[in-house]
């Protein structure tokens, strides 16, 4: 089995690669003075992060980062829960104590039980930056290598979350739209795919957890329909079904276990079988990989499973900070007016960039939006606190927990800090390029899509829709 020391030295480039420089966080100075032997109090129960005290140094620089970047550390919260947002970029910042919570032994050991059907479901943001790991530059796709080396590695059935993306568009742009025309939208809507934000709104501001969309996540929404539409499809007992999310981010494995997302255990009348039973972020397929000697570069590559393994252009820029916004808007278009949006929402620059908050007007023809596009939770904190101060109003907002959104995850490779800006430009600016050459754009015009609404869910908002893709509001 794969030790902790394994996957440090593993997923690691180099000790100077790990921590950055020693006396900036993003260019913010470290505190002179911290409490002696000070680090994050992680609590035991943290389904996303682990703390190994026999490998920490106590530095303090945890919790310096915490303070300044995340601005969650030592915060209250009234129901006396840990304000952990599970985000973990601390992970990124402190790689021998701080790691995320290992899934992949146990993901190994169902890949070798002849019992099992290993089905693993790749998330965008990974595919432009696994290849980092194995020397490759920043931003390169490797899409069909990941396929090829999965298949290479056991897995029995390799789907695109891009297919899950483009379902999770098609309900939040119906919500909003419905939303809108029922006027019962008081104040923005917000994005839901960030585990880590819907956390921080739920433990720091829960009286605006009414306004978070009610579809869940893609990761979640996969989930759900492997173990029914593609079981049922397949053929295959969804009680043998393991099924894997392959992500850049640590918070989805928090996410994968909260109350409700058990939908299809419930509605085949097994409740206690989850929809998603492991999240490996992509520093563990990495390590997985290189333990099963499986090289990234040596594989051949092949494509996504046909049933569940397609999605459009807008699903690919989902692992980019504004990607979500664009991608709905583009869907909303077409719903309200029945045709493709013109090409300045193809490509909606507004919503585009690094700059913590973009805002942006969209002409969806019936409805004049104000929306916003924030990531990075010290931003979304600001942000929160002009909405509440009425200085500004927005009809739908997107907010990313992590820097650049979730190809910035606390689950993707070690780099230096301080390079981080450039490698993240990389990610984003490859997905774009995907998301151009695709013959299909909108996540509604995905056939697939299209398929699985007229032979098993109906409409969007129908009542197995809501069975399945959304979630009740205060889980």
């Not at 690919?316 to 077409?334: P, S, W």
Request: with cysteine; charged share 25%; hydrophobic share 35%.
């Amino acid at each position: 089995m794969i030790t902790r020391r394994d996957f440090i030295k593993t997923t690691a480039v180099g000790a100077s690669l790990l921590i950055g420089g020693r006396n900036t966080i993003f260019g913010y100075p470290l505190p002179k003075e911290r409490l002696e032997n000070e680090a994050i109090p992680f609590s035991v129960d943290n389904p996303a992060i682990q703390y190994h005290s026999d490998q920490c140094i106590h530095c303090g620089r945890c919790v310096d980062f915490c303070r300044q970047m995340t601005g969650v550390y030592q915060r209250s919260v009234s129901t006396g829960e840990d304000p952990c947002i599970h985000c973990g970029q601390c992970t990124l910042f402190c790689t021998d104590a701080i790691t995320e919570r290992f899934h992949y032994n146990k993901v190994a050991e169902a890949i070798d039980d002849p019992e099992k059907i290993v089905v693993a479901t790749t998330a965008p943001a990974i595919r432009v930056a696994l290849g980092e790991m194995f020397g490759l530059t920043p931003g390169t796709n490797v899409e069909k290598e990941i396929v090829g080396a999965l298949k290479q590695l056991g897995i029995d059935h390799v789907l695109d979350a891009t297919f899950s993306a483009d379902l999770t568009v098609v309900e939040e742009a119906t919500e909003l739209i419905q939303r809108l025309e029922n006027k019962n939208l008081e104040g923005a809507m917000f994005t839901d795919c960030c585990p880590a934000w819907r956390r921080y709104l739920k433990l720091f501001h829960p009286h605006l957890v009414q306004n978070l969309s009610t579809t869940k996540s893609p990761t979640l929404m996969q989930g759900a329909l492997i173990k029914t539409y593609y079981a049922e499809k397949q053929g295959i007992d969804p009680e043998k079904i393991v099924h894997v999310a392959l992500m850049p981010c640590t918070a989805k494995k928090g996410e994968i276990r909260l109350e409700g997302m058990n939908a299809a255990g419930v509605s085949l009348g097994k409740p206690d079988m989850r929809d998603v039973d492991y999240v490996l972020t992509c520093r563990e397929l990495a390590c997985l990989l290189k333990d099963r000697d499986v090289d990234l570069l040596q594989t051949q590559g092949a494509s996504y499973d046909s049933l569940m393994g397609r999605g459009s252009g807008s699903g690919l820029i989902f692992g980019n900070t504004g990607g979500v916004m664009e991608a709905t808007m583009r869907t909303a278009y077409k719903l309200l007016n029945g045709t493709n949006p013109p090409v300045e929402l193809l490509d909606f620059h507004p919503v585009r960039g690094f700059d913590h908050l973009r805002q942006a007007k969209v002409d969806l023809g019936k409805y004049q939006l104000n929306v916003a596009v924030v990531h990075g939770i010290t931003h979304a904190h600001s942000f929160l606190e002009i909405l509440q101060n009425g200085i500004q109003k927005f009809d739908f907002v997107e907010v990313m927990a992590c820097p650049g959104g979730c190809i910035g995850g606390g689950g993707q490779p070690y780099v230096d800090r301080d390079d981080m800006p450039r490698i993240n430009q990389r990610r984003v600016d490859a997905l774009y390029q995907h998301d151009t050459k695709q013959e299909i754009r909108l996540s509604i015009d995905n056939p697939e899509i299209k398929t699985i609404y007229d032979t098993f869910l109906g409409h969007p908002l129908s009542e197995k829709s809501k069975q399945f893709l959304h979630v009740i509001q205060g889980t």
